[in-house]
């Protein structure tokens, strides 16, 4: 058997990274319906170790370990601290939002009843961004316009 020289061993890698592309990711995102796209999008790569592992500790969900409220604020108080123009402002309720998670043996986005006419866009959209292979839309009254974990800002109605 011969062995690469190191020459031959860094062309190789350099190679090899163009065939890399993004696992399978949970996260969460919002949706702009004027402009037809996701924002704040947050997420992480998926494994099929993590998922095994979680299984193995009978956990049914793998979450992205943020709420929209966090990435909200942070997101919010940097564009004050900058002077700059934002999405992120006012209630972070108000604007479509969902989450992917995965659970036991799929990918599954939650939201509210916003996405039920935009489910072909909405499905073309996320399989891009998250790289999923495949998901199932779950409704959810929590991801309804105006529902959210918390009283931190107050509900325009």
Same mark, same amino acid.
């Given at each position: 058997?011969? =062995? @690469?020289?190191?020459? /031959?061993?860094?062309? =190789? $890698?350099?190679? $090899?990274?163009? #065939?890399?592309? =993004? $696992?399978?990711?949970? /996260?969460? +995102?919002? *949706?702009?319906?004027?402009?037809?796209?996701?924002? /704040?999008?947050?997420?992480?790569?998926?494994?099929?170790? $993590?998922? !095994?592992?979680?299984? !193995?500790?009978?956990?049914?969900?793998?979450? *992205?370990?943020?709420?929209?409220?966090?990435?909200?604020?942070?997101?919010? #108080?940097?564009?004050?601290?900058?002077? @700059?123009?934002?999405?992120?402002?006012?209630?972070?309720?108000?604007?479509?939002?969902?989450?992917?998670?995965?659970?036991?043996?799929? +990918?599954?986005?939650?939201?509210?009843?916003?996405?039920?006419?935009? =489910?072909?866009? @909405?499905?073309? &959209? &996320?399989?891009?961004? #998250?790289?999923?292979? *495949? +998901?199932? +839309?779950? *409704?959810?009254?929590?991801?309804?316009? /105006?529902?959210?974990?918390?009283?931190?800002?107050?509900?325009?109605?």
């Amino acid at each position: 058997m011969t =062995q @690469l020289d190191e020459k /031959g061993h860094k062309a =190789q $890698m350099e190679d $090899m990274k163009s #065939f890399d592309e =993004q $696992m399978p990711c949970v /996260g969460i +995102f919002w *949706y702009d319906p004027e402009d037809h796209t996701l924002f /704040g999008v947050r997420k992480k790569e998926l494994t099929p170790q $993590m998922v !095994e592992e979680a299984a !193995e500790k009978g956990k049914p969900f793998i979450n *992205y370990p943020q709420l929209h409220r966090q990435i909200w604020a942070k997101e919010y #108080f940097r564009a004050q601290a900058k002077h @700059l123009e934002t999405k992120f402002k006012g209630d972070y309720t108000q604007v479509p939002r969902g989450r992917v998670a995965w659970t036991i043996d799929k +990918f599954i986005v939650l939201v509210g009843k916003w996405a039920e006419p935009i =489910q072909e866009e @909405l499905t073309e &959209l &996320l399989e891009t961004e #998250f790289s999923l292979p *495949y +998901f199932e +839309f779950v *409704y959810d009254e929590h991801w309804d316009l /105006g529902h959210g974990w918390s009283g931190d800002m107050p509900t325009r109605r």
